[in-house]
């Protein structure tokens, strides 16, 4: 769902291209010449609308010229990773980047897909050595932590108090998915907590299960601490340490990736990236 | 099909592009057969996962069609029949879930239906009971996008259908009720099927709007196409298994159904 930033990227890209828009009008005539036979005024309406799509796609297409990074981020970085590309991109005028959030997990199946990545942010070590395993990528390099927390709507309408109100049957409880890294982390706290979950939804995405809890559909949720530390909508109860290992965070390039690409990672892990995901609620490395 | 032994030859150009559109439907089924992890296959259809979510899914679309055609017959009829101010925007909005986006059907039925929904949080106060996360929730949103193929194709038949033979049996004395159960629904009976057949079909794929007003959870609300999409990032061999089944399932069910009944008209 997050790709639509991409197409949104894309779509801003056809605007530029208005100066071939001569050019496309040419093309049209000759088109309008050709079905012109056919009598109709529709088409004489419609193929100045083809030629245009049809250019515009082939502008698409074309636009790797165009200097811009391609960054595979985890959902949980969603805030933070928007702050710090608007911060490089006006460090760096000319340099686009074009953020693609999801799950570690999807991005990880886009990525071993073919998707054209530049830059990958993994919630998850595990999910990261199995990109690099499949070649391609440079040593990764942490830079962020994280742990969980207890999200529940304003006002607390359920009165949570702590892990153990997760084996409540009544309560409308949600985690992320298996396989999700905030997924797996939850389940590692049920484990370590000896707590025997009645959980009600499995989100695809951290973020997705913070917008439920937001919206008051679920009594309380397990998400990142930096999904709750700057979000007004919702309320944090802290995790015992105990029971709440640290998760980290690993960060990428490609083989044949550009400059910009390298040069955006180290401006994640530099002063201004850390001042940035620090602000977001995470952890240094 | 060739009843007066006349076959125009068929115009290259048509066949052409006909094939185009066939190898658009055909290479995909293809490509994901070609995929498919042959020797795990038994103990992957086997697993929980797989089993809970075809149980489930049969379950659900079922009574989707069963609610739809209760509801749908009735509300194609008023369409039909109806002579009311605002009948074409009803249809319109009744139609709506087809062109919609079943994310968004998702989201609005959460903003009606949900806990905190304009009617979900009467009925949470009064009883208690909340639809989303539950059976009922992946039900109502089947319900949601599949009724209108149902209403849609009972309602032309409707409309095409001869008055002459309703206006008969009324001169005769049959009651309006009588009439419908009598004339008019055995008139309408093979449109009536395709529409449950296409009600149900629409049910059983059906994703978005069931993963976003009734959520994800195994055995309660993880229908196959969820468990596809959940297994697509942990497990692609199982995301192939279950598309299969869903595939296997789906056709079966409409070359059975149109050889015995749905084109028998």
């Known amino acids: ?285 | 099909m060739n009843r007066n032994g006349v076959t125009p030859r068929a115009p290259w150009q048509l066949v052409g592009l006909a094939l185009v559109a066939a190898a658009l439907f055909v290479i995909p089924i293809v490509g994901l057969f070609s995929r498919a992890p042959w020797r795990r296959l038994p103990k992957l259809l086997a697993s929980d996962l797989v089993t809970d979510a075809l149980t489930l899914s049969l379950v659900t679309s079922i009574v989707a069609a069963a609610l739809a055609t209760v509801f749908g017959v009735p509300l194609a009829w008023l369409l039909a029949r109806g002579t009311f101010r605002g009948r074409g925007l009803l249809r319109a909005v009744v139609t709506l879930p087809m062109v919609l986006p079943p994310v968004v059907g998702g989201a609005a039925l959460l903003f009606a239906l949900g806990r905190r929904g304009i009617i979900g949080e009467t009925i949470d106060n009064l009883t208690g009971f909340v639809l989303p996360f539950s059976i009922w929730g992946v039900i109502i949103a089947n319900v949601f996008v599949a009724m209108p193929f149902l209403v849609i194709t009972v309602e032309s038949a409707l409309a095409n259908l001869d008055p002459g033979y309703e206006r008969a049996a009324s001169t005769l004395g049959a009651s309006p009720l009588r009439i419908f159960w009598r004339v008019t629904m055995p008139m309408i009976a093979p449109s009536l099927r395709a529409g449950i057949v296409l009600a149900w079909a629409r049910a059983l794929g059906e994703f978005g709007a069931t993963v976003t007003f009734a959520g994800n959870l195994q055995g309660r609300t993880q229908t196959l196409p969820l468990a596809v999409y959940v297994s697509l990032e942990s497990d692609r061999d199982s995301a192939i298994a279950i598309s299969m089944v869903l595939i296997v399932v789906s056709m079966t069910v409409l070359v059975v159904l149109r050889d015995r009944w749905w084109s028998r008209t």
């Open chain 1, 1 to 285: 769902m997050k790709n639509i930033e991409t197409a949104l990227v894309c779509f801003s890209e056809q605007n530029r291209l208005s100066r071939h828009e001569a050019t496309d009008r040419g093309a049209s005539v000759e088109f309008q010449h050709m079905t012109g036979r056919l009598n109709s005024a529709r088409w004489a309406l419609l193929a100045p609308v083809i030629v245009a799509a049809l250019s515009a796609l082939a502008a698409c297409a074309g636009q790797s010229d165009e200097r811009t990074v391609s960054v595979f981020a985890a959902a949980s970085l969603t805030n933070a990773f928007t702050d710090i590309a608007a911060a490089f991109e006006a460090e760096n005028p000319g340099t686009a980047v074009v953020l693609n959030l999801g799950s570690s997990s999807s991005l990880r199946e886009q990525i071993l897909s073919g998707a054209p990545a530049n830059v990958f942010a993994s919630a998850s070590d595990q999910i990261m050595a199995s990109v690099i395993k499949a070649g391609n990528a440079a040593t990764p390099r942490t830079f962020a932590t994280n742990r969980l927390a207890i999200a529940v709507p304003v006002g607390n309408p359920a009165a949570i108090t702590g892990i153990e109100d997760f084996a409540r049957p009544e309560l409308l409880l949600g985690v992320c998915a298996i396989g999700v890294p905030c997924g797996d982390l939850a389940r590692r706290v049920f484990e370590l907590a000896a707590v025997t979950a009645a959980i009600d939804t499995n989100e695809n995405d951290v973020q997705a299960l913070v917008t439920r809890i937001e919206a008051d559909e679920l009594d309380a949720g397990l998400v990142y601490q930096s999904d709750v530390a700057t979000n007004p909508r919702v309320e944090r109860i802290d995790l015992p340490d105990a029971i709440n290992p640290m998760t980290v965070y690993p960060i990428t390039t490609f083989d044949g990736s550009s400059v910009e690409a390298d040069a955006f990672v180290s401006f994640v892990i530099g002063p201004i990236g850390r001042r940035l995901l620090s602000e977001h609620g995470f952890g240094s490395p």
